[in-house]
């Protein structure tokens, strides 16, 4: 799987669009990019994944680069409660069989400023 | 309906003593896996099950980690002999099906201390 490059961290107002950016720069043809997010004390929820259209659903969305090699999150307006680890990952959308584990890196520390 | 659980929630231990760390997954979930957490660091791969079977163990760091899911759905993570490099949180995660286009349900995990 390829590797990610993401800003330690982050500040945003509540109530403003927070965009998180990911650097993929070694990302192949059949990699996905998801991300997952971690609030303190929590475990690791999904958010979103996409190939390379972008994507939105309930919680936000995902923009990515024609050639692939960066993505942004989108948090369309965010909450206190949107204060969390954010993790970018890339990943082969079919397993070859065995582990699907999840490869984390550090992700970024957002931080929701009332 | 209900996530992933897991107990204790917090375990303290000697060095030494052998702990045993336990994972409900959502029912019905074929997968299950188990993660590292190590402070202000992200998740680390451990193992990996597809129902009853371990089909990658390539993430546990020594022999003193074992881990089963004997009937497919409940799985226990245990660690023997302690040390103070096993204080983590230990997290527990399922999904639904076999392959990466499933997500990941993930429960609250286990914080292991080792005195």
């Known amino acids: 799987d390829a590797k990610t490059t993401q800003p330690p961290s982050m500040d945003c107002a509540e109530g403003r669009a927070a965009n998180l950016p990911c650097n993929h720069s070694?990302?192949?043809?059949?990699?996905?990019v998801y991300w997952y997010r971690q609030i303190h004390s929590q475990g690791p929820q999904y958010i979103i994944h996409g190939l390379k259209n972008n994507e939105t659903n309930e919680m936000a969305s995902l923009i990515i680069t024609e050639d692939r090699k960066s993505s942004t999150l989108i948090l369309p307006h965010a909450t206190l409660r949107d204060t969390a680890v954010y993790y970018c990952i890339v990943r082969v959308g079919h397993s070859g069989g065995g582990a699907d584990g999840l490869t984390f890196g550090k992700g970024t520390h957002l931080i929701i400023q009332p | 309906g209900a996530g992933v659980s897991q107990s204790p929630r917090y375990k303290v231990a000697k060095r030494g003593q052998d702990v045993a760390l336990r994972c409900d997954p959502i029912?019905?979930?074929?997968?299950l896996f188990w993660y590292q957490q190590a402070l202000g660091q992200g998740p680390e791969f451990l193992t990996y099950f597809q129902n009853e079977a371990q089909l990658d163990k390539s993430g546990l760091p020594s022999d003193r980690f074992f881990a089963e899911r004997p009937e497919g759905s409940v799985s226990t993570l245990k660690i023997q002999r302690t040390q103070q490099e096993d204080s983590a949180v230990y997290l527990c995660?399922?999904?639904?099906?076999?392959?990466?286009?499933?997500?990941?349900?993930f429960g609250p995990g286990t914080r292991l201390t080792v005195t």
């Open positions: 070694t990302i192949s043809g059949n990699e996905y």
């Open positions: 029912s019905g979930h074929v997968s």
């Open positions: 995660a399922s999904s639904l099906a076999v392959g990466r286009y499933y997500e990941q349900y």
